[in-house]
């Protein structure tokens, strides 16, 4: 009998030792939460595909401006409205200025606006919507009431108003402000829900009985928490703050001459549709590219990081 106990003594140590270790049982060994998340993502071939295609615009925007033989405000009077052709690959505006070269430029400038609204509306909504939520009681209130406030005011209007005194190079970081500055309430109005049930969990209410401060719990311990959410809603709000930007260039309240957008040569392009259609086309093109590509990458993230999600198969 004891020879029996020290037998599966010994071969349950050994189970252990070969799971730290790795093991030869594929089921057993361990895996981060980081590579399951990549795996799981990698795995849905959407996904890769949006992210290979935002790959390829971002070098397009980067990059095309180096190797096009015209600069965006470099127009060429000898080619008004001129198709595709070997020096001006995407064509001209009947202005002369080359297309390819708007293009890149119009996208980078749209991806710069779209990125960094969204990553400051994220965590502007991430920091309120959390404290809203820890603090209780009046502070709740307060907090909820002045959410609610700020939902109802027309924000697509005082954008309008606020880049429309905006011109210059500078305008698009004025644009990049007023989205962000009205952009935030609906997300922490939803990460306030979300922090709800995490406020009440056994840590961080020991961290309030050990006198840790207000603001650490929320810094270490309910946005870390928060992070899949937040990360699915900075990709997803890219395309949201892009289609905001185009909008407002199309309607020439956005970004200004002599800068340029994607939205401002489809604002130039509807005018010469019948005439000069590739002016309207090449942006067209790109800026479905650059949201369809996003979009993916944000089912692809959501898949990935939910764990109850079968799309992505078994990690």
Do not use: C
Request: aromatic fraction near 8%; glycine fraction near 10%.
């Amino acid at each position: 009998m004891a020879n029996t106990e020290l037998t599966v003594t010994a071969a349950t140590a050994a189970e252990v030792v070969a799971d730290e270790q790795g093991g030869d049982q594929p089921g057993l060994r361990r895996t981060g939460r980081a590579t399951l998340i990549v795996r799981r993502f990698a795995r849905r071939r959407s996904a890769v595909a949006g992210l290979v295609l935002l790959g390829l615009l971002v070098l397009f925007a980067i990059f095309g401006p180096m190797i096009g033989q015209w600069a965006y405000d470099e127009p060429d009077f000898l080619a008004l409205a001129q198709a595709p052709s070997a020096e001006h690959w995407f064509g001209t505006t009947t202005g002369g200025s080359d297309v390819f070269a708007l293009v890149a430029r119009g996208l980078g400038r749209s991806l710069l606006i779209g990125i960094l609204s969204s990553l400051a509306i994220t965590l502007v909504a991430a920091v309120i919507g959390t404290t809203v939520a820890f603090f209780e009681g009046v502070v709740e209130r307060i907090g909820m009431w002045i959410l609610d406030m700020l939902l109802v005011i027309p924000s697509f209007l005082l954008i309008a108003m606020i880049t429309r005194s905006a011109s210059g190079k500078g305008g698009w970081l004025v644009l990049t402000l007023a989205l962000t500055a009205f952009g935030w309430v609906g997300y922490a109005r939803v990460l306030r829900t979300l922090t709800l049930s995490l406020r009440e969990l056994d840590y961080v209410h020991a961290a309030r009985y050990m006198g840790v401060r207000s603001f650490t719990i929320i810094r270490r311990h309910l946005i870390p928490n928060l992070g899949s959410v937040l990360i699915i809603q900075t990709v997803l709000g890219v395309v949201g703050a892009v289609n905001s930007e185009t909008a407002l260039s199309f309607l020439g309240l956005g970004v200004k001459a002599p800068d340029t957008s994607l939205g401002t040569i489809l604002q130039a392009g509807q005018s010469v549709v019948l005439t000069s259609p590739w002016v309207l086309l090449a942006p067209s093109i790109f800026l479905v590219a650059l949201t369809f590509s996003m979009q993916l990458i944000g089912d692809g993230l959501r898949d990935a990081i939910d764990p109850y999600s079968r799309s992505g198969g078994k990690a």
